[in-house]
Structures are given as structure tokens and as C-alpha cells.
């Protein structure tokens, strides 16, 4: 039972983080709220680390690990919340269901991982014109909703980035003490854009939804679900971990409109199902008939 209900955990916490970083910067500045989020999810992750009798790993190798993290814990992610504020919350999902798509493109462009097969490059390109459609969009993209899809486009580019990073470090970190790590990185970082950016600062009523929104993507989203899906990662074959990209997306969408009233129009339709049958067939086209797609790699 452990991991079927760690793998429904996933799948929850990755539908309702979208919508949750929304209502986080409703009311206070978002960078600020993501700031909160990575200092309250490190002071917990830490004392974890204590609890377990084990220390941050502070070596050189560690050190360049934990930056390439940086990148995605705070590039990425400063990114999305400031986006979360010009456009849907279930959008950022169905952007960042691309993310193994372009990790393996970067893998493939910067250390000259395994060639694609034919059948990934449709994949790519029917993920391109899934986001080319959603750009399209008069709905989604208004005057002032392209610079959010802008910067999500920069975050996930980001998250992908640095998850490829990560790998190619090999430093053999525990994976709390990787997210600890680059959470403590991140902090001084969030510090100095929220300063540069005005500083501004409203108190956090306990009341709002900014408050607990804050509150369950530090402790939900950040830390129960890291565990929860290197959990699922390590007892399930990676091909079932990889529906959870495909499922999550629609949820995001669903939940958004039901609880944040926002829109969903046939463009987004449309371009979420281009982006998604292009991460469906990234993923499984190899099981198709040899007929229909053809192997030769590239």
C-alpha cells in the first residue's frame, strides 16, 4: 500500500502546487513568498538532517552540486512565482509536463548523451507547436500575460537545466541533504532580488490564503513531496513515474477554473493536448508498432 499511496501523493501535490503558488503572492510580494517558502522548507529539511544524525556535506564536490540546484530551487522557481501573477495557475503545469523533454535535450546538446530516435524529434516538435498554439491564444496571452508566459518559459528552461546539472555533478549526496543544500543557497539569493526588486513587504495574515499557501508548498510541496516521489522513483519503473506528467497537467487545469476561476478556452485545450501527446509519445513511443515510427536514430 506505501507505494501506491506515495504515487497518489505525487500526483496530488504536483496538481495543487500550481494554484497554491498563486494564492502564495496574492497578497504579499511574490518573490518574498518564495523566499519564505525555501527558508521555512530548509529550517525543517535541516532539523530532519539532525533528527537522522546526519550533517550537510560541505566539500567542494557538494558545494558545486548544490549550485547547479540553486538553479532550478531559485532561477526556476523565482521565475514561476513571478509569472504565477500575469497568468493561469494549471498553464504552469502543462509547461513544466516539458521538462524531461528539454532535460533530454540538454543532456543530448550539452554532454552528448544517446542520440534521439526519430520518433522523439515528432515528439519535440508536437510539443513545440503545442506551446506555439497556447501562444496564439487571445484568451491566455493578453497584452499583459506574455511576459508571465515569458518567464515561465525561462523557468522551466531553468529547472531542466540545472536537474541535468545535478546529474552530470554525480556527487552521491543524500538526496534531503541535496534539497537542504540548495535551499540554503537559495536564500541569499531570493534576499537580494526581493531587495533589488523594492523590497516590498506586507505582513502575512494568518488568515489569507497567502499565509497557508506559504505553509503547505514548504512542508507539502517541498518536502513531502520530494520524499514521496524519490520514494515512487526507487520501487516503480521510471515509465510509470513519467505519467504523473501527464496526469497532473490536467488536474492543475481543472483545479484552477473550479477554485481560481480561471479561464480555460479551446487555444489552451487545444495546446495542452498538443504539449502533452508530444510528452506521451517522448515517453512511450518506443512500445508503438515499428511500422508507424521509425527507428533509425538520428
Not at 547547479?68 to 531559485?74: F, I, S
Not at 493578453?142 to 511576459?147: F, I, N, T
Not at 552530470?168 to 541533504?177: I, R, S, T, V, Y
Not at 499565509?211 to 520514494?231: H, N, R, T
Request: glycine share 10%; proline share 6%; with cysteine.
Amino acid at each position: 500500500m506505501l507505494v501506491p499511496a506515495a504515487y497518489l501523493t505525487v500526483v496530488i501535490i504536483w496538481s495543487t502546487t500550481p494554484i497554491t503558488i498563486a494564492w502564495s503572492g496574492e497578497s504579499i510580494d511574490p518573490v518574498a513568498a518564495a523566499g519564505l517558502r525555501m527558508l521555512l522548507a530548509a529550517s525543517v529539511g535541516w532539523v530532519i538532517l539532525k533528527l537522522r544524525g546526519q550533517r550537510l556535506p560541505m566539500t567542494g564536490v557538494s558545494f558545486k552540486s548544490y549550485g547547479c540546484a540553486t538553479l532550478g530551487v531559485y532561477g526556476a522557481m523565482c521565475s514561476v512565482y513571478l509569472a504565477a501573477r500575469f497568468i493561469p495557475s494549471g498553464l504552469i503545469s502543462v509547461l513544466f509536463g516539458l521538462a524531461p523533454i528539454l532535460s533530454a535535450l540538454f543532456s543530448r546538446l550539452l554532454f552528448n548523451e544517446e542520440r534521439f530516435p526519430p520518433y522523439r524529434w515528432i515528439a519535440c516538435l508536437l510539443a513545440l507547436g503545442g506551446l506555439a498554439v497556447i501562444f496564439r491564444d487571445d484568451v491566455i496571452v493578453g497584452p499583459d500575460s506574455l511576459p508571465g508566459l515569458l518567464l515561465l518559459v525561462l523557468g522551466v528552461s531553468l529547472f531542466s537545466l540545472s536537474g541535468v546539472l545535478v546529474k552530470q555533478q554525480n556527487a552521491g549526496l543524500d538526496p534531503l541533504a541535496q534539497t537542504v543544500g540548495a535551499l540554503l543557497l537559495s536564500i541569499p539569493c531570493y534576499a537580494l532580488t526581493w531587495y533589488l526588486m523594492g523590497a516590498n513587504w506586507q505582513p502575512l495574515d494568518p488568515a489569507s490564503r497567502s499565509f497557508w499557501s506559504v505553509i503547505y508548498l514548504a512542508l507539502i510541496g517541498s518536502l513531502l513531496g520530494f520524499v514521496s516521489y524519490f520514494f515512487v522513483l526507487k520501487h516503480l519503473h521510471a515509465s510509470t513515474v513519467a505519467l504523473v506528467t501527464l496526469m497532473t497537467p490536467v488536474f492543475a487545469l481543472l483545479i484552477g477554473h473550479l477554485f481560481n476561476d480561471e479561464p480555460l478556452s479551446q487555444g489552451l485545450y487545444l495546446g495542452a493536448g498538443f504539449t502533452l501527446a508530444g510528452l506521451g509519445l517522448f515517453f512511450f513511443g518506443h512500445r508503438l508498432p515499428s511500422h508507424t515510427i521509425p527507428r533509425a536514430r538520428l
